[in-house]
């Protein structure tokens, strides 16, 4: 890449060196990034190609899950090498079973990036939605090392479609091929000149069904809703969320509520504790007796939340007063409807879900009632809206065959 470039990424490497001297999240990246080198040098066996498969964080993982577990199935000799950037994503899934080794991914500087691809020799390379990093493209393609992006989506706003996105557009370039998940992304890139390009979906959709059919049963929960006539689900809630949330719920007893909030610190779950003027229990510490006496569980661990929402009638998903919402697809896909606030465009499901009417999103306590109260109320509105939601989610399964069949010749020809 250019000076320019270069120059960026090492300001954003000194950046996180200075930040590690408050943040601990900061420097467990930065000994993991430290640590990737010796890691893979003593584990990648090179006697086999390995593909490599990078996601950002645990998010993008997730999207990615479907495919790597396809692969696997289909592919039980495959080599295959996972890699993070964020501690979010490594901490929770380091040793996810269906990849061979599992490493921090090295800053983007050019010697890095050498070192790196010199070390693990990947003989194709899979990045999963937002992952555009300059040398790690350019040193593949210039090793023609077969490289892919998969459920990318792409908006006018993005840097790559501005006057001044030259050096962006030149990493679009890099890819073998982009899966996007919509036609209205491949017409944004078909207008800069990017073809290497179509519509497959976003793998998801295929994750959160495999997750349902998986059933993880979470007993609190069911023994809290075994009774219930209504029980909403909210997931991944930020103090403003609960602004909404709490009151609503403490002013209506038929309703029960399962929370997990995004943080699960101490002084997060008292703070909710505290607002609740009902029986509530915490999940890592309640009995399902003690669960079925209350009427509030809060789900104060990570990895319980996609159960929960199998014992859920409305949904509620957190985030839309922050940086954007987070997965409404995990709750949709049990057919019911969900509910969240404003800050939800650049999610193309959410738009949708809003369009068919299983989804509703509002920016204050008035946008908040008249969206949840015919819901309460009215047991046929309810159902109509879960069912569109859930139509919704069927409607788009299949995007992880789509990007195994066209990548399946590839994959054969590594093992």
């Not at 962006?168 to 078909?190: E, K, P």
């Not at 689900?233 to 029960?256: C, I, M, Q, R």
């Not at 306590?365 to 859930?390: H, Y």
Request: aromatic share 12%; with cysteine.
């Amino acid at each position: 890449m250019n000076f320019l470039y270069n120059a960026g990424i090492r300001l954003y490497g000194f950046g996180m060196r200075i930040a590690a001297l408050r943040s601990d999240k900061v420097r467990r990246l930065l000994k993991g990034q430290r640590d990737a080198i010796p890691y893979l040098s003593r584990v990648i066996d090179h006697t086999h190609g390995y593909i490599w498969i990078h996601a950002a964080s645990l998010g993008e993982f997730e999207q990615g899950r479907p495919l790597i577990e396809m692969v696997r199935r289909k592919h039980p000799e495959a080599k295959i090498l996972l890699t993070f950037f964020s501690p979010s994503g490594y901490e929770v899934r380091c040793n996810f079973p269906m990849v061979d080794a599992v490493s921090y991914l090295p800053l983007d500087t050019p010697a890095r990036v050498k070192e790196f691809l010199d070390t693990v020799k990947p003989r194709m390379a899979l990045f999963i939605k937002y992952e555009f990093w300059g040398n790690y493209l350019q040193e593949l393609r210039r090793r023609a090392i077969p490289t892919y992006i998969i459920s990318s989506i792409f908006r006018p706003s993005q840097i790559f479609f501005k006057p001044w996105g030259g050096m962006f557009r030149s990493m679009l370039r890099c890819y073998t091929h982009i899966f996007v998940q919509d036609d209205n992304s491949m017409r944004l890139l078909s207008d800069i000149g990017v073809y290497n390009v179509s519509v497959a979906g976003d793998t998801r959709f295929d994750r959160v069904t495999d997750i349902m059919r998986e059933r993880s049963d979470v007993p609190q929960a069911e023994a809290m809703t075994e009774n219930s006539d209504l029980t909403i689900v909210a997931g991944s809630t930020w103090p403003p969320d609960e602004e909404y949330l709490l009151p609503y719920f403490n002013a209506h007893p038929e309703l029960k509520l399962i929370i997990a909030p995004h943080e699960v610190k101490t002084d997060r779950i008292e703070s909710i504790v505290s607002k609740i003027n009902r029986p509530v229990v915490c999940l890592s510490k309640c009995t399902v007796e003690e669960a079925a006496n209350a009427d509030c569980l809060i789900v104060d661990c990570y990895g319980k939340l996609s159960g929960a929402y199998r014992y859920g009638d409305i949904a509620y998903i957190g985030g839309g007063f922050g940086a954007g919402i987070h997965n409404i697809n995990e709750a949709a896909v049990y057919d019911m409807p969900v509910l969240f606030g404003p800050n939800y465009h650049k999610f193309k499901e959410a738009s949708d879900m809003i369009e068919c009417g299983g989804a509703f999103s509002f920016s204050d306590k008035t946008g908040f009632t008249a969206a949840i109260d015919p819901l309460v109320s009215d047991s046929a509105r309810l159902a109509e809206a879960g069912r569109a939601a859930g139509h919704y989610i069927r409607e788009h399964l299949g995007a992880t065959q789509r990007v195994y069949t066209a990548l399946s010749s590839i994959i054969e020809s590594i093992n």
